[in-house]
């Protein structure tokens, strides 16, 4: 397979954690405009000590990094170069989460945060004719009441976020704890999504949709070891996003070889592919598509169905949804010209 065409097909990014776009070189420049030492200093250190054994683990490490990020202009700059190598690898809209909570947490002001983001994300738009979106997520390990108390914060942001999502460690940690957070979110015109079933029985996806109403299962992957479950996300045409190249570098799967996203694929599953933390999972989204089509053996026109998927599987207004659709269109028939 041509190597470029998973980079360069028009595709949405819907499972982004903007905090998992900090390559190590901003880190250590950031850490300097912010006057912090790093116990790592060199950009090699970093990258090396990005060794993963399950999803804790990488956590323990994403949230030590995120302590560099201080202002709006830090949080603009992050975004900024999260989109320019999106954009190089096909993006054309992103549904970007962020966790609130690990920054406001340090002292950061909510609106910094946004503030940041949106100036990012709307340069992106005026120069490269990207659109994008701003997901908040709560920190699943930390108490309900503190994820209510940041929905009520967010509340003055309201017109600049559209979703509210879960994160952070899985298991023992099930959905349902959030329901209150989540029936408030909802009432307040968030739409709802969750991660669930990446390290997490299928029961939590089961509540991620019944008890929470998420529009959109963030991995989903342990789906696959419940047929009624996978009849249900099918029937409903309840959106999954998966991150192949996560999954792998957390030891969800054992190798991409062995990834469900076929199995997903031939199920009826609405699957996008996702690149989730790519400063740490060694992959940005064009990498991910071009991983899967190589070591899954997915076709071109399999890929270029996974990215139309992408584009319904957003929440995007129809008429740019059928714009962008009509661009995966032209680009499979560039290809094929
Ligand atoms: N936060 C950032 N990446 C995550 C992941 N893959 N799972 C849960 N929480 C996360
Ligand atoms: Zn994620």
């Given at each position: 397979m041509?190597?470029?065409f998973g980079?360069?097909l ?263 592919i ?15 598509y071009?991983?899967v089509g190589?070591?899954?053996?997915l076709d071109r026109a399999t890929l270029a169905e996974i990215a ?30």
């Open positions: 041509d190597d470029r980079m360069t028009p595709k949405a990014e819907l499972h982004l954690h903007i905090e998992g776009t900090l390559e190590p070189e901003l880190m250590i420049a950031l850490a300097s405009r912010n006057g912090i030492d790093l116990p790592l200093s060199s950009v090699d250190a970093v990258r090396q000590a990005y060794e993963f054994t399950n999803l804790q683990s990488f956590l323990d490490i994403y949230y030590r990094g995120t302590e560099v990020l201080r202002t709006a202009e830090d949080f603009s700059d992050l975004a900024a170069a999260y989109l320019r190598t999106a954009h190089a690898q096909g993006v054309r809209h992103v549904e970007m989460f962020f966790d609130p909570q690990t920054h406001t947490s340090r002292g950061v002001p909510m609106g910094a945060v946004i503030d940041g983001l949106t100036a990012a994300i709307a340069e992106a738009e005026a120069s490269l004719g990207m659109s994008g979106a701003l997901i908040m997520c709560f920190l699943r390990h930390l108490p309900v009441a503190h994820a209510m108390e940041t929905l009520e914060a967010a509340l003055p942001h309201a017109d600049r976020i559209i979703g509210v999502g879960l994160d952070s460690s899985e298991v023992g940690y099930p959905p349902s704890m959030f329901v209150e957070v989540y029936r408030r979110a909802v009432a307040e015109g968030f739409v709802p999504v969750a991660h669930a079933g990446e390290e997490g029985p299928p029961e939590y996806v089961w509540e991620a949709i019944d008890v929470l109403g998420a529009r959109r299962i963030d991995h989903g992957i342990r789906s696959m070891e419940d047929p009624a479950l996978v009849r249900r996300l099918a029937a409903d045409g309840i959106p999954v996003t998966v991150c192949p190249l996560s999954n792998v570098r957390l030891q969800v799967v054992d190798r991409l070889t062995a990834h469900p996203l076929p199995a997903m694929l031939d199920a009826g599953l609405s699957v996008s996702n690149s989730d933390d790519p400063a740490y999972f060694g992959g940005y989204i064009g990498d991910n071009t991983a190589a070591e899954l053996g139309r998927q992408s584009f319904r599987s957003s929440f995007l207004p129809q008429r740019r949804r059928d714009a962008l659709l009509a661009e995966v269109d032209a680009a499979v028939d560039g290809d094929a010209s």
